[in-house]
């Protein structure tokens, strides 16, 4: 364990026991006049901490904030990172009142929830899959945000299939998405295609699919190359197919720790322009989205899903949009 570890570890583990509830129970939904009689709680998050961990869920006309705990996946020892995509009813705190930050520490004010209404947040986004999950605040060192090398990931030795656990659902829901279009040979591209498993599981769901896939990683390229049909060596930022030629662009990248906010700006931009008419552009990832569902619509497509059902009571951001 790292010295680093060793100091945020006990308190995250602290808080998992205090704040986490199991997903079985009651299930209620709330309303925010009486909840906002409840008074108010802060919860202070040190920016060398996890401020990329609050996150806030409009629910009727009330805005819920949380933050995520960790991942049973990472305690399980399934995956590298202490947190997954999946958002649970103990990461979600209450009726937001306020977020106020200073040079340490982001403060939010919220009125609190019952354990009820807490899982009854996490129902609603699992039946409105619009509801949009946001992560507002980014993890910044002294030398800015984290993100990949410049030459891209290696590949974990003697492990390269490590890199693909805790995505089952992600796949799951991506492959459910790829077999339910029109086409039966569609083309699905993936810019980041780290190892290849993504499409290859793509490939085994639909395999009339036409799997495309470049990865910064020559390393990352050269595995993937047994696994996809078509495979290069190449930037995200200058994608390999013409626009308008892919039915489904799957943005994997576009997340904290991997690129920065303004770079996963820009990737947005040009990548959906590679999206056919009615094809799709889906975004999600193991970390927070770094763009919000305003801002994919703003690059010319129709927003249809936001977010999806993680089962065992979780919900996780999977956003979707198609090109008219």
Same mark, same amino acid.
């Given at each position: ?68 705990? $960790? =991942? @049973?996946?990472?305690?399980?020892? /399934?995956? *590298?990172?202490?947190?997954? #995509?999946?958002? &649970?009813?103990?990461?979600? %705190? ?52 984290? $993100? =990949? @090398?410049?030459?891209?990931?290696? /590949?974990? *030795?003697?492990?390269?299939? #490590?890199?693909? &656990?805790?995505?089952?659902? %992600? ?62 060596? *190449? ?90």
């Amino acid at each position: 364990m790292s010295s680093a570890e060793a100091e945020w570890l006990p308190v995250e583990k602290d808080l998992l026991a205090a704040a986490d509830i199991p997903a079985a129970g009651p299930v209620s939904a709330f309303r925010g006049s009486v909840v906002r009689d409840r008074g108010r709680r802060a919860w202070t998050e040190p920016l060398d901490r996890f401020p990329q961990n609050l996150f806030t869920v409009r629910v009727g006309g009330d805005v819920v904030v949380g933050r995520k705990l $960790l =991942s @049973p996946l990472w305690q399980q020892g /399934l995956i *590298a990172e202490p947190y997954c #995509s999946r958002v &649970r009813a103990g990461h979600v %705190l209450g009726v937001l009142d306020t977020f106020r930050s200073d040079s340490r520490a982001v403060s939010v004010f919220f009125h609190p929830f019952t354990e009820a209404e807490r899982r009854g947040v996490i129902d609603v986004i699992a039946r409105r899959p619009g509801t949009e999950i946001v992560f507002p605040f980014s993890k910044v060192y002294p030398e800015g945000e984290m $993100l =990949s @090398p410049p030459q891209g990931w290696s /590949l974990p *030795a003697g492990r390269p299939d #490590s890199l693909a &656990r805790g995505e089952e659902l %992600l796949r799951e829901v991506s492959v459910g998405l790829v077999a339910g279009g029109s086409r039966p040979d569609p083309v699905v591209f993936d810019p980041a295609c780290s190892t290849g498993d993504f499409l290859a599981a793509v490939k085994r769901g639909v395999p009339g699919a036409r799997t495309i896939g470049q990865d910064l990683s020559a390393e990352m390229a050269g595995h993937a190359a047994s696994r996809v049909d078509e495979v290069h060596h *190449a930037d995200a930022a200058f994608p390999v197919l013409a626009d308008g030629t892919a039915d489904f662009v799957f943005c994997r990248f576009l997340n904290a720790e991997v690129v920065t906010t303004l770079q996963a700006r820009r990737h947005l931009a040009r990548l959906s322009r590679v999206v056919a008419p009615g094809g799709v552009l889906v975004v999600f990832g193991h970390t927070p989205v770094l763009v919000t569902g305003a801002e994919i619509a703003a690059s010319g497509l129709s927003l249809e899903t936001c977010s999806a059902s993680g089962g065992e009571g979780s919900v996780f951001q999977f956003y979707s949009a198609r090109r008219a």
